[in-house]
């Protein structure tokens, strides 16, 4: 038995009847088809940052993806073309695509994770999602017993979400091909806090390396960043997007970000505070971040269901006070909210 708190970033879960760890994608197959053909229930596990598991655990097969490597072609005017293990710190990735002088991914620095759990939630952060510089996702589907290639086009990508998460577990993927910019120059600036954080305007531009510096610096202020010796899963719900209607009905303060299909973006944490959630908030071993509202923490060896039951405070709250219905951003194992 393997204690699956141990990998994850909420430090809590309970014990995974096997666990397999697949350092070579041979491996993450091998492993994958021994667990489908015994019938066996099966988790593929990344880097833990985005999943909370019950406390009861997982009594079947998990998988954690180690697989590393990456092969890349960066042309001095076209850009730069990389393919990426699943295995692959996503930190690291982004801090290596800097050092060889591409842009693009600038803004989703310090996202914990790895490179395979990106497409699946569609990652993003200040303005930009991890979608817009996929060129292909590889996996191996379940179904078919076979590898798989999907195209951008293909994924589905939405607001963290794509094709990979609406299909449950069928595809395991097993790297990606990222399609990036070449410049010293980051995409342009879309976040208020970011830009008043580089002393630029919205719209404009900075270079990349500060681009970086700037989003480390924001996630570590929040929270957000692996190595702060603060337990969470990030962003615990994802921002709620409502038909203008509703948006309309919220006071006037209230962010909101325009769609292109009409719809209008909120802001979480915005809903938690006005409802009445306060940083600090707690239930048995669980609390709200002391630094940011939107992060729900394992502050004093919380259990799994600790933080379920502080998950469903916060949803309870903001639906008695605007009526919406906050979801989680991150998977949910053996638990409902």
């Known amino acids: ?44 596990l990344g880097g833990g940052s985005n999943i909370l598991i019950s406390d009861s655990g997982f009594d079947g097969t998990v998988i954690k993806v180690e697989t590393i490597g990456n092969s890349y072609e960066i042309d001095a005017c076209s850009g730069g073309t990389l393919q990426v293990s699943a295995g692959v710190s996503w930190d690291e990735f982004v801090l290596f695509t800097i050092d060889k002088g591409l842009a693009n991914l600038e803004s989703l620095s ?19 999602d991890v979608s817009e510089v996929i060129a292909r996702v590889r996996t191996y589907d379940r179904e078919a017993k076979s590898i798989k290639t999907f195209t951008a086009a293909e994924c589905n990508f939405s607001y963290r979400n794509s094709l990979f998460k609406e299909s449950g577990d069928r595809y ?15 995409l342009a600036i879309a976040y208020p806090e970011l830009a008043q954080e580089l002393n630029v305007r919205i719209g404009n ?46 006071p006037i303060d209230a962010p909101q970000w325009p769609q292109e299909d009409g719809q209008i973006k909120l802001s979480a944490a915005w809903l938690m505070e006005r409802s009445g959630v306060s940083k600090g908030d707690s239930f048995g071993g669980a609390a709200i971040s002391p630094l ?4 729900l923490t394992n ?39």
């Open 110 to 128: 310090g996202i914990p994770g790895t490179v395979g759990g990106a497409p699946i939630q569609n990652i993003g952060a200040y303005g930009h």
């Open 1 to 44: 038995m393997s204690l699956l708190a141990n990998f994850t970033t909420l430090r809590v879960g309970g014990e995974a009847r096997t666990l397999i760890h697949a350092t070579t994608e041979e491996e993450l197959i091998a492993a994958v088809e021994a667990a489908d053909a015994a019938g066996d229930p099966l988790l593929v």
């Open 172 to 186: 395991v993927i097993l790297d990606v091909t990222f399609q990036l910019r070449r410049g010293e120059e980051s």
């Open 205 to 250: 531009r900075a270079p990349i390396g500060a681009v970086r510096e700037a989003v480390l610096k924001l996630r570590a202020k929040k929270g957000m960043l692996e190595g702060l010796d603060i337990h969470s899963a990030g962003s615990f719900f994802t921002n709620p997007i409502v038909s203008a209607a509703i948006a309309e009905q919220l």
């Open 292 to 295: 940011h509202v939107l992060a």
């Open 299 to 337: 502050a004093n060896d919380a259990s799994a269901a600790d933080v379920v039951e502080l998950a469903r405070i916060v949803k309870a709250k903001v639906k008695s006070a605007f009526g919406i219905t906050l979801e989680p951003e991150l998977r949910l194992v053996g638990v409902l909210l």
